[in-house]
């Protein structure tokens, strides 16, 4: 009688923990390459192939959050001069858009395809009233390129990949940058290279370059150069970068680079994270540059055990 107890609660923990296993939530992430070369400009056509197989339930992008008011601040007058002029007819629209929320939300849950221009047209200036730029970018290339996405590659990630995904699943991306320090990352990249001129870091960061490109050179050749830019070691190579992890002799502006660099990837982290949990989705992607792919990793995996976390190339 003891033995048929054991085994039944051996085989129902074994079935409780299957169930758990089937409806853990996952994330996929795939690095990007922002805007390629003309001579690769059908790089993103396997990537977008390896999207729209993996079917998500979530498209996370590389927009900043449209409440983070830290992030704007710096953005209306900051290194990207597309957030500048987003953020000015932003902030533009607030003071004469009659918003209605009732409206905006009726045309949001049709489909892309059963849009009207005018309704096309509302959704933007909603999505510019509520600062949601990767809704407003998505909703202004589908004016643009109609529901099938640009014919000719637009050699970005939005235009090839992220857009062309979302009109295919007819979903809405959600926004998770974060660039909220963005600007002392640059002041300390800069004081980073002018250190580096004499202690030899200047001459590591140019031969780990040269060898990050050199590598990349073959697989573009052969339109593999997104399956190529998230292999581990590429994507390792892309962070030590970004995160001046190459130095043979740390410096202060090198360090306040990095920590800049990792509170970054911790925010952005954050803000997938909490969507995920919120919508309780189980199938996520996350289009995010590479540089980012090895420290979002990391964060999620160390803060948010409880999420599966799965590069592209090893899923």
Not at 111 to 127: C, G, R, V
Not at 196 to 224: D, E, T
Not at 277 to 298: D, F, R, S, Y
Request: hydrophobic share 35%.
């Amino acid at each position: 009688m003891k033995t048929k107890i054991t085994l039944l609660i051996i085989l129902l923990a074994t079935f409780f923990t299957l169930s758990a296993q089937k409806t853990q939530q996952e994330i996929v992430i795939i690095g990007t390459m922002h805007t390629v070369p003309k001579i690769v400009k059908h790089s993103y056509k396997p990537m977008l192939r390896f999207a729209k197989k993996y079917n998500p339930e979530n498209i996370f992008v590389e927009s900043p959050m449209p409440n983070d008011t830290i992030s704007w601040e710096y953005l209306k007058k900051g290194w990207s001069k597309g957030y500048q002029k987003f953020y000015a007819k932003s902030d533009s629209i607030k003071k004469v858009f009659d918003f209605n929320e009732t409206t905006f939300k009726f045309f949001a849950a049709k489909k892309y395809a059963n849009l009207s221009p005018i309704e096309i047209d509302y959704l933007i200036k909603s999505y510019l009233y509520l600062r949601d730029n990767g809704n407003y970018e998505l909703l202004t290339y589908l004016k643009k390129y109609g529901i099938k996405g640009a014919n000719k590659p637009t050699r970005h990630e939005d235009g090839d990949l992220t857009y062309k995904l979302a009109l295919y699943k007819n979903m809405k991306v959600l926004n998770v940058d974060d660039q909220q320090t963005n600007g002392e990352y640059h002041e300390a990249w800069r004081k980073c290279v002018k250190e580096g001129i004499n202690n030899g870091n200047n001459a590591a960061n140019q031969k780990l370059n040269k060898k990050n490109y050199n590598s990349a050179i073959l697989p573009a050749i052969f339109r593999k150069l997104g399956k190529h830019t998230n292999k581990r070691k590429s994507l390792q190579q892309l962070h030590d970068m970004a995160s001046f992890s190459y130095v043979v002799k740390d410096t202060k502006g090198c360090a306040e680079g990095r920590d800049y660099f990792n509170q970054r990837n911790m925010r952005i982290a954050k803000n997938i994270a909490e969507q995920i949990l919120a919508t309780k989705k189980t199938k996520n992607i996350v289009m995010i540059g590479a540089a980012h792919v090895i420290g979002l990793e990391k964060e999620l995996k160390e803060n948010y055990p409880n999420l599966k976390v799965i590069l592209m190339n090893e899923y």
